[in-house]
C-alpha cells in the first residue's frame, strides 16, 4: 500500500504540469459547467418558462447561496476526510444534480437543484485550490503558473459549455422536443462525471491529508479585510457579467455561431490567463494583482453596455475571460505570501465565503435592475461599478509581514 501511495506521489513530483491539468478539470465541473453555462440557458429557459430577469437572476443567486454553504462546510470535511474525498465526492454530486436539473421545470426545483449543485461544486473547487497550492509547493519555481492553470480549468467548461449547449439545444429543436434546454442539462451532467474519472487519479498523488495541528494562533480576519472586501465587491461585480452578458448580446441582435464562438473566446482567454499573469501572482504579495484585475473586469464589462459593435465585443469577452479566474487565483497566492502551510486551507475557505456572498448579492440586484428601465445596460452598468469599488478596496492591503 505504502509502495502504491509512493508510485502515485511521483505524478505530482515528476508530471506537475500534466497533474496540474487534470486539476483544472475540477474547476472546470465546479464553475466552468455548473455555474457559467447557465449563461447560454438563461435566454431558452426565459423563454420558454417566462420568468422575468428577477427570477432569472435568482437562480444564480440560489447557486451561490448554496456555494456559501458548502464553503463553510468544506473545512471541516477535509480535516475529517481529507481534499481528495471533497474533490471526487463533490464533483461526482455536482454531475448528479446538474443532470436532475433536466429532468424538471417547476421554478421552486431548479431553484433547489441550483442550491444543491452550488454546495456541492464549493467542496471541488476548495479542495482543488488547495491541492493546486501543495502542488506549487512542491514546484515552486513554478506556483504562479500551477495556481493559474487550475483556475484557468475553468476556461475548459466555459467552452465545452459553448460547444455542447448550442448543439443539445439544437439537437432537442429538431426532434420537436419540449423544454429543449433540459437536453442541455443533462448532456452537462454526463460530462461531469466524465471529468471527475479523468481527474481522480492525478489528484490522489498530491497529499490531501488535514495539515497537522501546530498551536498557532488563527490569522484575524482584519488582517485580509481589505482584501476580502475587494473580493467581495468581485463576487458582486463579476457574477453579473458572467450572468447576464449572452441574454444582452442576444437582444442587442447576435445570434447562434456568432454567441457560441463569443463564449467559447471567452473560455479559451480564461485557459490562457494561467500563462498571462503567473508571474504578477508570483511577485505582489499583497493585494495589488486584486485590485489590477478588477479594474480591467470594470473595463471589459462596460464595452458591450457603451457598443455593440463586433469588435469591441469581442474585446470584451476575451478580456474578461483573460482576467476573471486570476482575481480568484490571486486569493490563493496571497494566502501562499501571507499564511504558513497548515493554514493555507482556512485561508482559501475564508476568502472562498467572501466570494459566495458577493455572488449572492449580485444576479439578483443585477436582474431586479435589468426588469427596470434602461434594461440589461443599465444592470450592467452596477456590475462595472462594484468591479471598480472592489479594485479601490484592494489597493489598500498590504503583506501581513509589512502590517
Known amino acids: 500500500?505504502?509502495?502504491?501511495?509512493?508510485?502515485?506521489?511521483?505524478?505530482?513530483?515528476?508530471?506537475?504540469?500534466?497533474?496540474?491539468?487534470?486539476?483544472?478539470?475540477?474547476?472546470?465541473?465546479?464553475?466552468?459547467?455548473?455555474?457559467?453555462?447557465?449563461?447560454?440557458?438563461?435566454?431558452?429557459?426565459?423563454?420558454?418558462?417566462?420568468?422575468?430577469?428577477?427570477?432569472?437572476?435568482?437562480m444564480n443567486t440560489a447557486n451561490a447561496l448554496g456555494y456559501l454553504i458548502g464553503a463553510m462546510v468544506t473545512p471541516a470535511f477535509m480535516r475529517r476526510f481529507g481534499a481528495q474525498a471533497?474533490?471526487?465526492?463533490?464533483?461526482?454530486?455536482?454531475?448528479?444534480?446538474?443532470?436532475?436539473?433536466?429532468?424538471?421545470?417547476?421554478?421552486?426545483?431548479?431553484?433547489?437543484?441550483?442550491?444543491?449543485?452550488?454546495?456541492?461544486?464549493?467542496?471541488?473547487?476548495?479542495?482543488?485550490?488547495?491541492?493546486?497550492?501543495?502542488?506549487?509547493?512542491?514546484?515552486?519555481?513554478?506556483?504562479?503558473?500551477?495556481?493559474?492553470?487550475?483556475?484557468?480549468?475553468?476556461?475548459?467548461?466555459?467552452?465545452?459549455?459553448?460547444?455542447?449547449?448550442?448543439?443539445?439545444?439544437?439537437g432537442a429543436d429538431a426532434q420537436n422536443m419540449p423544454h429543449g434546454w433540459q437536453w442541455a442539462w443533462i448532456v452537462l451532467g454526463m460530462m461531469c462525471f466524465l471529468a471527475t474519472l479523468a481527474m481522480a487519479l492525478p489528484a490522489a498523488s498530491i497529499d490531501g491529508a488535514a495539515a497537522p495541528a501546530t498551536g498557532q494562533r488563527p490569522v484575524s480576519l482584519l488582517s485580509f479585510g481589505w482584501s476580502l472586501g475587494g473580493y467581495f465587491m468581485f463576487g458582486v461585480g463579476y457574477i453579473g457579467y458572467m450572468t447576464f452578458v449572452i441574454a444582452l448580446l442576444k437582444e442587442q441582435g447576435m445570434q447562434g455561431a456568432q454567441l457560441s464562438l463569443f463564449y467559447a473566446a471567452l473560455g479559451v482567454?480564461?485557459?490562457?490567463?494561467?500563462?498571462?499573469?503567473?508571474?504578477?501572482?508570483?511577485?505582489?504579495?499583497?493585494?495589488?494583482?486584486m485590485s489590477i484585475l478588477n479594474g480591467l473586469l470594470a473595463v471589459a464589462t462596460l464595452l458591450p453596455v457603451l457598443t455593440s459593435a463586433i469588435v469591441a465585443v469581442f474585446a470584451s469577452g476575451i478580456l474578461f475571460g483573460a482576467v476573471f479566474l486570476s482575481v480568484v487565483a490571486s486569493t490563493t497566492a496571497l494566502v501562499r505570501h501571507n499564511l504558513p502551510a497548515p493554514a493555507w486551507s482556512s485561508g482559501i475557505s475564508m476568502f472562498t465565503i467572501v466570494f459566495a456572498a458577493g455572488q449572492i448579492v449580485g444576479p439578483t440586484i443585477v436582474g431586479w435592475i435589468s426588469d427596470g428601465a434602461g434594461g440589461l445596460q443599465r444592470g450592467l452598468v452596477f456590475s462595472a461599478i462594484a468591479l471598480l469599488i472592489g479594485a479601490a478596496l484592494a489597493t489598500r492591503q498590504k503583506p501581513l509581514q509589512q502590517t
Not at 107 to 133: C, T, W
Open 86 to 170: 471533497a474533490l471526487i465526492g463533490g464533483s461526482v454530486c455536482t454531475g448528479l444534480f446538474m443532470l436532475l436539473s433536466g429532468f424538471v421545470i417547476s421554478a421552486e426545483m431548479l431553484l433547489a437543484q441550483r442550491v444543491l449543485a452550488g454546495a456541492a461544486s464549493a467542496f471541488i473547487f476548495i479542495a482543488g485550490g488547495l491541492l493546486a497550492a501543495r502542488l506549487g509547493a512542491l514546484h515552486p519555481r513554478h506556483t504562479g503558473f500551477l495556481i493559474g492553470l487550475y483556475y484557468g480549468g475553468t476556461g475548459f467548461g466555459i467552452v465545452l459549455s459553448a460547444l455542447l449547449v448550442p448543439a443539445a439545444l439544437a
Open 269 to 289: 482567454a480564461v485557459v490562457a490567463s494561467s500563462r498571462i499573469w503567473a508571474g504578477m501572482l508570483d511577485r505582489f504579495k499583497g493585494g495589488q494583482a
Open 1 to 58: 500500500m505504502a509502495e502504491q501511495a509512493s508510485t502515485d506521489r511521483s505524478l505530482a513530483q515528476q508530471r506537475p504540469f500534466l497533474t496540474a491539468f487534470a486539476l483544472s478539470l475540477a474547476a472546470a465541473v465546479s464553475l466552468g459547467m455548473s455555474r457559467f453555462s447557465y449563461a447560454l440557458l438563461l435566454p431558452p429557459m426565459r423563454t420558454d418558462l417566462d420568468w422575468s430577469y428577477l427570477l432569472a437572476g435568482a
